[in-house]
């Protein structure tokens, strides 16, 4: 069914579009819209218009959140395809191939449909400008409709309320976490901020709220259009052995009392189960015992090699790595060496506290691109944080600072890479070589 779907997008196209391969639009995509970020949906929504965008046949379901959008989506994702349903997500950013950002039945979508959608879109729009994310959007949405998924599940970008994602009425609308990210665009408190999120919401809708601490704002959206919502600790509530071996979760239908300890974080797991049990598409316990024990996601709490033991994470905020604090118990090593490269417009010396107290050597490195950050800067948040200068060192990029810390790795100790997408990217790319 895929790859015969797969041809049919874009049939409708003229024939004065030039042909490009997928790395040619890409770089076009990048180069005709002045700016990455441009809040609003009026151009996208003129565009979809244009293109008869309707994904009304499949139910959708829209995550939105701080941290743990992606893994939400891939729990969703396995148990759904488990129960034999097609299923298509939309996700960002990706780390190494832009296939990543749609997925399809659990298998990335072919470069050709992406090129087929984007000449779809390129002769639909006319005048109206888009930007690199807006295209993605509509491209990812377009092929869902020519496969006529059953489930489409769309992870937000940034915020919601004037995320491209939103221009689709969701079934269900899940936001994951709400912390201090993205302020330049989405407000500078989380009150703020949960307004934005909850943008994907709709007047008498579902939704499922998976922050453990949700603002106040949040319960008055879900008040104003009197959304049928289930929050976590009232409505589902997720508890872990202390060995970490197995965790049990409580629904307003389901209980679930020996479930193996997922491999991402706990709280994205439950939240997933909540909504699978509102869409009345929970998976029998022997399958969801299977669905959780082998659910993974590229980035997240990924362990890369045994000897040395690697473990990968895209955490690059606050919220993120304390929640890292947490996992790292699980792994009993005397110590760990830390590879980190963060972007310059996050909340740096607030993401790393949390990390600080790590008995740790630290390898700081240098991002490259206009929104890079100079190891320097990392270097002087941990020194202020408490970590002893002499286990700090700074390195010109992610490559150089991760073999450094291969080269000095010992026995019973753990490497342990985050900060940033492109960082976990770098470090991908050098271990596959």
């Known amino acids: 069914m895929n790859n015969e779907n797969n041809k049919n997008i874009g049939l409708e196209q003229t024939s004065s579009v030039d042909k490009k391969s997928l790395g040619q639009w890409l770089s076009y995509l990048e180069s005709i819209h002045p700016s990455a970020i441009d809040m609003g ?4 929504k003129d565009v979809a218009n244009a293109m008869l965008l309707n994904l009304s046949e499949s139910l959708v379901i829209t995550v939105a959140g701080t941290n743990g959008k992606g893994t939400t989506c891939r729990l969703l994702e396995q148990s759904l395809l488990s129960q034999g349903k097609t299923v298509a997500v939309y996700s960002s950013p990706h780390l190494i191939d832009y296939c990543e950002r749609v997925r399809i039945n659990g298998e990335l979508a072919q470069q050709q449909a992406f090129v087929d959608a984007f000449e779809f879109i390129e002769s639909a729009r006319g005048d109206i400008t888009l930007t690199y994310f807006e295209f993605s959007t509509l491209a990812a949405m377009k092929m869902m409709q020519d496969w006529q998924v059953d489930i489409a599940i769309l992870e937000v970008g940034l915020g919601g309320r004037l995320d491209a994602t939103n221009i689709i009425d969701p079934d269900l609308a899940v936001i994951t976490t709400i912390d201090l990210d993205h302020q330049d665009w989405l407000g500078n408190t989380r009150e703020k901020i949960a307004r934005e999120k909850a943008g994907i919401m709709r007047l008498n809708g579902n939704a499922v709220i998976g922050d453990l601490f949700p603002p106040s704002s949040l319960y008055d959206v879900v008040d104003e259009l009197q959304v049928n919502a289930r929050w976590a600790t009232k409505d589902f509530t997720a508890a872990v052995e202390a060995d970490h071996s197995e965790w049990h979760w409580k629904g307003q239908e389901h209980t679930f009392t020996a479930l193996p300890y997922p491999n991402i974080p706990l709280q994205n797991a439950s939240t997933a189960l909540a909504a699978l049990e509102m869409l009345d598409l929970l998976p029998e316990e022997a399958a969801l015992n299977t669905i959780i024990r082998s659910t993974t996601m590229p980035g997240r709490q990924q362990q890369i090699s045994e000897q040395p033991l690697v473990v990968v994470d895209v955490a690059h905020n606050p919220q993120a790595t304390a929640s890292m604090q947490e996992w790292l118990s699980r792994y009993k090593v005397d110590k760990y060496r830390v590879v980190v490269g963060m972007l310059k417009d996050k909340s740096i010396a607030e993401t790393l506290a949390p990390l600080s107290s790590l ?24 020194v202020n944080a408490g970590t002893t200068i002499e286990n700090i060192a700074t390195y010109d990029n992610v490559t150089l600072a991760y073999e450094s810390a291969l080269a000095d790795y010992q026995a019973n100790e753990l490497i342990l890479v985050f900060g940033s997408f492109v960082t976990v990217a770098d470090v991908l790319v050098k271990q596959s070589q």
């Open 41 to 44: 949906l009026e151009r996208v």
């Open 359 to 382: 008995n740790a050597s630290w390898y700081v490195a240098s991002t490259q691109g206009f929104r890079g950050c100079e190891a320097q800067v990392l270097k002087n948040a941990l």
